[in-house]
């Protein structure tokens, strides 16, 4: 006896909105943050003075994150809208012509020409708005662009990553902050680009290479400067 199995399946695209601004954020928080550490722990600082730059850098670069993300997000979303509602105008005033241009858009995917314009005035007569906006602007619920929540993802992991290298800063001897620091970022960079990876069904070994490189150039670049400056001023 045969079963139908009625089910839900789970695509990791459904995840790109917020791991990007996960990803992003936390990445930001650890190599922003850790480079300040160590470019200013390299001018020979005081402890104080380390860890005052280091919180400073965190507090900071979560409000910019924050207000990055939600401007850049929000100009997708106008943007987004605006072609919405120019296809709502152009759904109104010339439906046959729309038909025709979702019909073409199949047959360019492989359809037959009649089957194509069935498919076209089915979908349409279901959700003709919602068939242009998936199909000819390419929007989707997966894709839509959400302000506020990449704004909050953002400053929420931020402050995370950030909290890590400032964490090993407070726990080192003054002596030795700027190794293990260094040590310890690249150590949460890996691990932040595996979990990545893995969220977004990717190579957990390339991920993880690609932010640990990066993120040592970072901080190889703010240790030379604060070592030059230090030793100017």
């Given at each position: 006896?045969?079963?139908?199995?009625?089910?839900?399946?789970?695509?990791?695209?459904s995840r790109?909105?917020w791991?990007?601004?996960?990803?992003?954020?936390?990445?930001d928080?650890?190599?922003?943050t850790a480079?300040?550490?160590i470019?200013?722990a390299a001018?020979?600082?005081?402890?104080s003075?380390?860890?005052?730059?280091?919180a400073?850098g965190l507090?900071?670069?979560?409000?910019?994150m924050a207000?990055?993300?939600?401007v850049?997000?929000?100009?997708?979303?106008?943007t987004e809208?605006?072609d919405i509602?120019?296809e709502?105008?152009?759904l109104a005033?010339?439906?046959d012509?729309e038909i025709?241009e979702?019909?073409?858009?199949?047959?360019?995917?492989?359809?037959?020409?009649?089957?194509a314009?069935i498919?076209?005035r089915?979908?349409?007569a279901?959700?003709?708005?919602?068939?242009?906006?998936r199909?000819?602007l390419?929007?989707?619920?997966?894709?839509t662009?959400?302000?506020v929540?990449?704004?909050?993802t953002?400053?929420?992991t931020?402050?995370?990553?950030a909290?890590?290298?400032?964490?090993a800063?407070?726990?080192?001897?003054q002596a030795s902050?700027?190794?293990a620091?260094a040590v310890?970022?690249l150590?949460?960079?890996?691990?932040?680009g595996a979990?990545g990876?893995?969220?977004?069904?990717a190579s957990l070994w390339?991920a993880?290479?690609?932010?640990t490189?990066w993120?040592?150039?970072?901080?190889?670049l703010?240790?030379?400067?604060?070592?030059v400056v230090?030793a100017?001023?």
């Open positions: 006896m045969s079963r139908l199995h009625d089910h839900s399946e789970r695509h990791l695209v790109i909105g791991l990007r601004a996960a990803v992003m954020g936390a990445n928080g650890i190599v922003s480079s300040l550490i470019g200013v001018a020979s600082a005081a402890s003075d380390v860890l005052i730059a280091g400073a507090v900071a670069g979560a409000m910019s207000a990055g993300e939600y850049s997000v929000s100009s997708q979303q106008d809208t605006a509602e120019r709502r105008g152009e005033s010339d439906v012509a025709e979702l019909a073409g858009i199949y047959r360019g995917r492989g359809l037959d020409a009649e089957t314009g498919v076209a089915q979908l349409m279901h959700d003709a708005l919602g068939a242009h906006a199909d000819e390419g929007i989707s619920a997966f894709t662009a959400r302000p929540q990449a704004a909050l953002s400053a929420a931020f402050s995370v990553g909290a890590l290298p400032l964490a800063a407070m726990i080192a001897p902050v700027t190794l620091v310890a970022s150590l949460f960079l890996a691990a932040l979990i990876a893995g969220a977004g069904g390339r993880s290479a690609r932010v490189i993120g040592a150039i970072a901080m190889a703010t240790a030379g400067i604060g070592r230090g100017a001023v």
